[in-house]
């Protein structure tokens, strides 16, 4: 998700669908930025492990955290 997907009105971006705001969910063009970064991980935080590359120890650990017996 970038930016220009986000609803906008006079240079103002909602964000309060997306994150809990204290207030206004309506921000500038850069705060919406750094909390979508923030949100997704910029590509600087992007692993080259994707989702199904846990070990079998870490996923039996994942999905004992939620609840599923394995």
């Known amino acids: ?4 997907e986000l ?3 006079n240079d103002m971006y909602y964000v309060g669908n997306i994150v809990d705001v204290d207030g ?3 921000v ?3 705060e919406a930025q750094m909390i979508l970064d923030e949100l997704m991980g910029s590509d600087d935080d992007v692993k080259s ?3 199904g590359d846990e070990s079998p120890a870490e ?3 994942i ?4 609840g599923i017996k394995i």
Do not use: I, L, Q, T
């Open 24 to 26: 206004n969910g309506w």
């Open 28 to 30: 500038s063009k850069a």
């Open 1 to 4: 998700m970038n930016v220009n």
């Open 49 to 51: 492990e994707g989702y």
């Open 59 to 61: 996923y039996k650990r």
């Open 63 to 66: 999905m004992s955290e939620v």
């Open 7 to 9: 609803m906008n009105m």
